[in-house]
Structures are given as C-alpha cells and as structure tokens.
C-alpha cells in the first residue's frame, strides 16, 4: 500500500 492521496485513492474514491 504506497501512500498516494493526490486524487484517487487505492480503493478508487476522489480524494482531494
């Protein structure tokens, strides 16, 4: 699980 939180998230929902 890398930590990614631009836009998407691993589980697919919007974060922004």
């Given at each position: 699980?890398?930590?990614?939180?631009?836009?998407?998230?691993?589980?697919?929902?919007i974060?922004?």
């Amino acid at each position: 699980m890398q930590q990614k939180h631009a836009l998407t998230t691993d589980l697919g929902q919007i974060h922004i």
